[in-house]
């Protein structure tokens, strides 16, 4: 798609110029030859950008008929650009030098029919993909009672532990899950999911991924709809088998990357990470 836009908007520029200088410059006699030339040049890189717009458009799909025009229209204004030179200053150069135009003018108009063509094609291939890690962390966060497991009684800087203080501090209703303790950061803290009082609409596993399958299957049989398995460096909190488990029993679930990473609960360190983690795959770009 950026290869796209890049292309319609040399078309545009481009075709500005080879205008300005063959309508307003070059008859006014400032250096004739010389505009001549510049008139050439974008003209001729115009050309070439709605040839590689209508390459573009025929590789996303966009319908033959349309790229088939766009093509030959192209070939037709490089047609006059050659016929209106080799009659300069013939009997002919006036009907030409209007056709010429009338071309060039039209490349513009067909960039833009091939552009939109490229765009809606984008729209539904993007529709039928599954949604961005940034959609489905917000769709995540927008959830207000959380359950953390995970949370350690003894390592305060611990992943868990991390997202456990920065949601609360964020206004969540979160829950510290941890089948061996009590009390956690000064606070109540429940052997299992099924002990918090009137349930949690999503989960955050932080614990090793061996331990991810039971969790999930424990977040079906409780309709939580939402999990994110936690994974910055290593394998985190990631199962697979969890993964897939999830999705085929329709859970939301976010294989990889951190709450934190994202707003509301994000901070610039984790935003960094999540763009480098991003590059590694650590953090997905989309989520089933």
């Not at 093509?71 to 030098?97: K, S």
């Not at 995970?150 to 800087?157: E, I, L």
């Not at 859970?251 to 707003?263: A, K, Q, S």
Request: a positive charge; glycine letters at 12%; aromatic letters at 8%.
């Amino acid at each position: 798609m950026r290869f796209a836009t890049a292309s319609w908007f040399t078309l545009v520029i481009s075709s500005v110029v080879a205008l300005l200088a063959g309508l307003v410059l070059w008859p006014a006699g400032y250096g004739a030859m010389a505009v001549h030339g510049v008139h050439s040049s974008f003209g001729l890189i115009a050309v070439v950008a709605l040839g590689v717009l209508a390459v573009v458009a025929a590789r996303a799909g966009v319908g033959r008929r349309l790229v088939a025009w766009a093509a030959m229209w192209a070939v037709m204004t490089l047609v006059f650009a050659g016929a209106h030179a080799q009659l300069w200053p013939g009997p002919w150069h006036w009907t030409m030098r209007v056709l010429h135009i009338a071309s060039g003018a039209g490349m513009v108009a067909w960039g833009y029919y091939v552009m939109a063509a490229i765009r809606r094609r984008q729209v539904v291939i993007e529709a039928a993909l599954p949604e961005t890690i940034g959609e489905a962390a917000a769709e995540f966060l927008g959830k207000k009672r959380i359950a953390v497991t995970g949370v350690s009684r003894t390592q305060k800087g611990h992943g868990s532990n991390v997202v456990y203080q920065r949601l609360r501090e964020r206004g969540y209703e979160v829950f510290a899950v941890n089948p061996n303790a009590d009390r956690i950061e000064g606070d109540r803290c429940f052997h299992d999911l099924r002990s918090i009082p009137d349930g949690v609409d999503a989960v955050l596993i932080g614990t090793r991924p061996e331990t991810a399958m039971a969790t999930m299957r424990d977040c079906a049989e409780l309709g939580i709809g939402h999990v994110w398995m936690h994974r910055a460096f290593g394998a985190g909190s990631v199962s697979d088998a969890a993964t897939s488990w999830g999705r085929a029993h329709g859970i939301h679930v976010i294989d990889g990357g951190c709450p934190l990473m994202f707003e509301p609960a994000a901070d610039p360190g984790h935003k960094v990470m999540c763009s480098l983690l991003t590059l590694t795959g650590k953090v997905p770009r989309r989520v089933a």
